[in-house]
């Protein structure tokens, strides 16, 4: 499992906005991945996810690094921001919008 772990890490640092969610964005196989892409899309930046359905390696071993049982999770600048309540929070007292914004890469 050391591997996931690694994986986990990759995509974590590699990514400074990334969600870990039931499904895919256009897509989301339950309800509280569906709020919190709904969140995220409302910023209008990119952001990377992973598929914890298709990678069942990494819906075992993520919970026990994050120390956060449930999906999804969303991770910005390699720190833990929470889950769907978390995430629909924010995005609703205007913090998530400000925190993807300053996490985004600049297109220039």
Request: include cysteine; charge should be negative; hydrophobic fraction near 40%.
């Amino acid at each position: 499992m050391s591997n996931t772990i690694e994986t986990i890490k990759e995509q974590i640092t590699g990514n400074p906005i990334l969600l870990y969610m039931k499904g895919n964005p256009r897509m989301p196989q339950c309800g509280f991945s569906a709020q919190a892409v709904q969140a995220l899309m409302s910023c209008g930046e990119r952001f990377a996810f992973v598929n914890i359905l298709e990678n069942p390696d990494i819906r075992a071993e993520l919970p026990k690094y994050a120390n956060w049982p449930t999906f999804p999770q969303l991770w910005v600048n390699g720190e833990l921001v929470g889950g769907c309540d978390i995430i629909v929070e924010m995005a609703a007292n205007g913090e998530l919008q400000s925190l993807i914004k300053d996490a985004a890469p600049s297109e220039e």
